[in-house]
């Protein structure tokens, strides 16, 4: 068991590493909040997953599977929050953007559109949508 637990645990470490590299190549806060929800997420998950399978007591391996199930849960939730409160308070796009849905009215017609506003701060959150946009 031991060499199973090695295995996910370098796998893990593996898949952290690709996160991080993601972290910092990616451009704008929205794209590096996906490589972290995604591979650091399977990593941490593939070293509890080697810690369970490494432990010689029961207790400590469910532990750990309770762990990377919270883990799964919260962090996919997490990162959702941080990317609409980012949305909201403003933070650009990267320039190589394809869509925005939230920026797109109800009538059918985008932003770019529709009379220019002055550009938010970060300071004046936007607006929330009404239920009927969505």
Not at 40 to 58: F, K
């Amino acid at each position: 068991m031991s060499m199973l637990g090695a295995v996910l645990a370098c796998a893990g470490g593996a898949f952290m590493v690709v996160a991080a590299m993601g972290i910092v190549r990616m451009n704008d806060v929205y794209q590096r909040l996906h490589c972290s929800a995604k591979s650091a997420s399977l990593g941490v998950v593939l070293v509890l997953m080697g810690s369970a399978a490494a432990a010689s007591d029961p207790a400590v391996s469910w532990r750990c599977l309770a762990a990377s199930i919270f883990f799964l849960i919260t962090a996919p939730v997490g990162c959702h929050v941080l990317a609409r409160a980012a949305y909201r308070a403003g933070v650009p796009l990267a320039a190589n953007t394809l869509s925005d849905a939230w920026g797109v009215k109800s009538s059918g017609t985008s932003v770019s559109d529709a009379p220019q506003e002055p550009p938010q701060t970060a300071a004046e959150p936007r607006p929330e949508p009404d239920v009927g946009q969505r």
